[in-house]
């Protein structure tokens, strides 16, 4: 008996009647991997992915046995979000994800935390270069954001 994981199905978001399920994937992989995140920033921010920051991207969703354990949204060639379930992170959820954004929905950007440096290593280690670096993140809050892209984007 083998102990990899079941094979992931990826595939387009069920829309808002899957957004509960999408928003504790959310708070698992925050938890997991933003210990930089204010309390109060990490409420803000849960409480607004349901009603505006999820419809405003178009989701994809990595589905292993029936249930989701990430998700990716891109909007104009680039990726929002992109968010494992902790219990799912190292099993290829993430690369997944992102090869598939990358192909089928022209994905050549991508923002990150400076305070996440696993995410950033993630991108790099995919191709991504650090084209800039913004003091602020876009609610003017103090975590900074490197600007990545793919070369020749």
């Given at each position: 008996m083998s102990d990899s994981p079941a094979?992931?199905?990826?595939?387009?978001?069920?829309?808002?009647?899957?957004?509960?399920?999408?928003?504790a994937i959310w708070r698992s992989a925050v938890r997991a991997t933003h210990?930089?995140?204010?309390?109060?920033?990490?409420t803000r921010i849960e409480q607004a992915l349901a009603p505006a920051y999820l419809p405003a991207v178009a989701l994809?969703?990595?589905?292993?046995?029936?249930?989701?354990?990430?998700?990716?949204?891109t909007a104009e060639g680039a990726l929002e979000?992109?968010?494992?379930?902790?219990r799912a992170r190292g099993t290829g959820v993430g690369s997944a994800l992102l090869a598939?954004?990358?192909?089928?929905?022209?994905?050549?950007?991508?923002?990150?935390?400076?305070?996440n440096p696993g995410a950033h290593g993630f991108y790099l280690s995919r191709g991504f270069v650090q084209v800039g670096?913004?003091?602020?993140?876009?609610?003017?809050?103090?975590?900074?954001?490197?600007h990545l892209a793919l070369p020749g984007a």
């Open positions: 094979p992931l199905e990826i595939r387009p978001d069920h829309g808002p009647a899957e957004y509960p399920a999408l928003v210990g930089f995140l204010d309390e109060a920033d990490f994809t969703v990595a589905e292993r046995d029936g249930r989701p354990v990430g998700f990716a949204g979000m992109l968010f494992v379930d902790d598939h954004v990358r192909a089928s929905q022209g994905v050549v950007r991508v923002d990150v935390n400076e305070q670096r913004s003091e602020l993140d876009g609610d003017g809050r103090p975590y900074p954001i490197l």
